[in-house]
């Protein structure tokens, strides 16, 4: 029961969640979709219980492909950033904005930055590369992520502001556009810096929203210094590069975490 109480948590959590917004948006589809994303994650937890090396990926393709394609391509809903600001511009508290309010902007509060480690469909894609430990030290470009942001926000205000027609469509074509683009740019990136995960690193405006309530984050990895032995196996294998051996809350990219456990699966005393 111990072994497998983040489990439970999780699918409470998010069976709660979908209960309510079914309830009170009296639209059973939220609680198809919570209950989905919920034993997905459940899943994972339980394969990495069980120690099955690829946990992580099976929820990932689970839940990333699930938004990109059913809720993206088929659904045509905007999932990106881009659609967020538009639900958030209309007053509609709808698909982006609920997306959001869950997994970006309130739900770090309780697993950090989980959404990137389990659930993006833009790290499921990157993932797959070569450079799943970054193979140079931390670029200081991180501000770029404030560009991305600024610029989400100043495409969509245009639309609204310039009254255009059609708006929705082009919020669907946006998000096509954008995934190619992020998926390119990714893929450039990651083999540039030799670092999967340089594009969530360095680019991706969600981060904006997903690092200052990860840093009160419930679910965090902690470290036994009793057992520690300072080997630093756990930092150079952290594809987030984070120094998981500092317990604060202020450690070295701290709200960075994505919770892969790569650092507890490789810690050789079973400190983290």
């Known amino acids: 029961m111990k072994k497998n109480l983040p489990l439970f948590l ?13 309830l009170t948006k009296n639209n059973i589809f939220y609680l198809f979709n919570f209950s989905y ?7 994972g937890l339980f394969l990495y219980s069980n120690n099955y090396k690829y946990a992580r990926r099976v929820v990932q393709l689970l839940v990333g492909s699930y938004m990109l394609i059913y809720l993206g391509l088929i659904c ?6 881009e659609g967020f600001w538009y639900y958030l511009f209309t007053g509609v508290f709808e698909a982006a904005t609920i997306h959001y309010a869950v997994a970006k902007i309130f739900g770090p509060l309780i697993f950090g930055r989980g959404w990137c480690g389990y659930a993006c469909w833009t790290a499921m894609i990157l993932d797959f590369l070569p450079f799943k430990i970054p193979q140079q030290p931390r670029k200081k470009i991180s501000w770029i992520r404030y560009i991305t942001f600024v610029l989400s926000f100043i495409f969509v205000s245009a639309l609204f502001l310039a009254k255009v027609k059609n708006i929705e469509k082009i919020m669907f074509y946006s998000f096509i556009i954008g995934n190619i683009l992020y998926y390119l740019v990714g893929i450039i990136l990651a083999y540039i810096c030799q670092d999967n995960r340089a594009f969530c690193k360095y680019i991706c405006p969600v981060t904006v929203f997903l690092k200052p ?8 990895v902690k470290c036994d210094k009793e057992k520690c032995i300072s080997c630093d196996k756990c930092k150079r294998v952290c594809p987030m590069n984070i120094d998981v051996t500092d317990n604060s809350r202020k450690r070295k990219n701290g709200t960075e975490c994505i919770l892969c456990m790569e650092c507890v699966k490789n810690c050789p005393k079973k400190a983290l």
């Open 10 to 22: 999780i699918l409470l959590i998010f069976e709660s969640i979908a209960v309510t917004l079914w």
């Open 37 to 43: 994303i919920g034993i997905s994650i459940a899943l």
């Open 76 to 81: 045509n809903e905007n999932m990106q950033i």
């Open 213 to 220: 309530m990860s840093y009160f984050s419930l679910f965090r």
